[in-house]
């Protein structure tokens, strides 16, 4: 083994009592010699100690095997390597303690080092570096300060490297910041000096492995069932839907959830700018946008591919999120026998929503007057689902509003279910209920044309 991935085979020959001493894992007679060893690394000690041990390590696998070496196997040959370090260097540790560290540089020669166990935790669904010694993760919608530290600056940029170089980017001061993704399909975006000041910044958006279906939602109290049934109806009866909502409220987890309605009849064509929808259909084109390259050219931006879309034969376009001037041809599309279409945005209320819309196509440079961008907007979009990440962690739909025309130069809508906060309980949970409004939608008739029951949702106030 150890001639297999070793630089230093010239040194094999001298190292061969130290295989004997090594503390093999699986070895009950190492692991006691080793237990009988009282001297054991300080915590403050280790993170210097992991480091040298670290570099060392480097010096001595041949990385080029790497790849190929079984992971059992390498976990044996870092140990055998380290308790050679140790005993060079006269230091003695507990077996338990050696696990943890050849643990750690298993992740630092393979993975993405102190950020390993927190991407294998499923409870972590955000992970928040800010500098190499402060690191936040988000569990169960509150964000909790970790003990995770990277050695130092370098340790941190050397696996922000790792991360963008994998996905052919690059980061550095002359383009400090970068989006990219994990193996896994979690969403990366890092940023370092001179535009992050204390140090790089690094943001992972995991993956949810399991998604969020609507029945996960539904328990989960992001809404009721009765909603659920409303959202699946005008999914079913091609109704355009805008989603809405600030940052981490549960947007794109909405428009994934949504999507699933959609027939597996349909051709879909999903765009966006870090692959993050998981749509079970089968018929679906993705389509992902991309960055200008080094030269600053080469850069695809959704506009383009929504643009291409259309020319795509798609029954229904999914726009991750607006952002920017493809919201004009996102609404030309919803205007032009795309029903069906969905889409999210980034905003605090429905009303809001609309105006940022407003602004994206504007900033298209088209110098169309607002009334009539306003009456693009009128007619492309039919309902608007606002969501909210809530003081107690928790995210919800907190209004489904219908648009339903142009009044005086201004686009009209009617709330059809809001959540109403009642209050916090004495653990500092929201309270409160979904509640139609009482309101009966203007598509009602649209919706029972398409075949969609009405019995199962309720539109009128109290018990059904
Ligand atoms: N109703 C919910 N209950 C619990 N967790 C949720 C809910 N909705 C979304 N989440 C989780 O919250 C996190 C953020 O969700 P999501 O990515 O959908 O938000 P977003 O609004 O699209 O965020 P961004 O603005 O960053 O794009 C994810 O980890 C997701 O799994
Ligand atoms: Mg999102």
């Not at 980017?169 to 399909?185: H, K, N």
Request: hydrophobic fraction near 40%.
């Amino acid at each position: 083994m150890f001639r297999e991935f070793s630089n230093r085979q010239g040194e094999e020959s001298q190292s061969g009592d130290v295989i004997t001493l090594v503390p093999d894992i699986q070895d009950g007679a190492q692991k006691k010699i080793l237990n009988a060893m009282s001297m054991d690394v300080d915590e403050s000690d280790r993170l210097e100690l992991k480091s040298r041990m670290h570099n060392r390590l480097l010096d001595a696998l041949n990385l080029t095997v790497l790849d190929k070496i079984e992971e059992d196997s390498l976990r044996s040959e870092i140990g055998k390597l380290l308790t050679s370090f140790l005993r060079e260097e006269g230091r003695a540790m507990r077996s338990e303690t050696l696990k943890t560290l050849v643990e750690e540089l298993m992740h630092e020669v393979l993975g993405l080092g102190p950020l390993e166990p927190l991407l294998a935790d499923p409870t972590v669904s955000d992970i928040l570096v800010n500098g190499h010694n402060q690191v936040y993760v988000e569990r169960g919608g509150m964000l909790e300060k970790v003990e995770t530290r990277f050695r130092d600056e370098r340790h941190l940029l050397r696996i922000i490297d790792k991360i963008v170089s994998r996905v052919g980017r690059r980061i550095d001061e002359s383009q400090p910041w970068v989006d990219a993704r994990l193996e896994d399909g979690s969403r990366v975006n890092a940023l370092i000096r001179p535009c992050s000041v204390d140090g790089p910044a690094l943001s992972i958006r995991k993956f949810a492995k399991i998604p969020l279906t609507m029945d996960l939602l539904i328990g989960r109290g992001a809404l009721n069932q009765s909603a659920a049934s409303l959202l699946k109806g005008l999914v079913d009866a091609k109704m355009n839907i805008l989603i809405s909502g600030g940052t981490g409220s549960g947007k794109t987890t909405m428009l994934n959830a949504l999507s699933s309605y959609i027939s597996s009849r349909e051709r879909i064509v999903t765009i966006e700018d870090a692959a993050e929808l998981q749509l079970q259909q089968e018929h679906v084109v993705r389509m992902e946008t991309r960055p200008a390259n080094p030269n600053g050219a080469g850069a695809v931006h959704q506009r383009d591919l929504v643009r291409n879309a259309l020319r795509m034969r798609p029954d229904r376009i999914v726009v991750g999120e607006v952002r920017g001037s493809e919201a004009f041809d996102m609404l030309q599309a919803m205007n032009t026998g795309h029903d069906g279409s969905m889409t999210t945005v980034h905003a605090n209320s429905a009303r809001d929503a609309l105006s940022r819309i407003e602004q994206m196509v504007q900033m298209g440079g088209l110098d169309l007057p607002h009334s009539a961008i306003r009456a693009t907007i009128a007619s492309a979009i039919h309902f608007v689902v606002q969501l909210t990440r809530m003081s107690d962690g928790s995210r919800r739909v907190i209004s489904i509003s219908e648009i339903t025309g142009m009044e005086g130069g201004v686009v009209t809508m009617q709330d059809i279910f809001i959540y109403k906060r009642r209050g916090k309980d004495e653990n500092g949970r929201v309270l409160g209920e979904f509640t139609p409004t009482g309101i009966r939608p203007k598509a009602s008739e649209a919706l029972a044309a398409a075949g969609i029951d009405m019995s199962m949702i309720q539109f009128t106030r109290g018990p059904k």
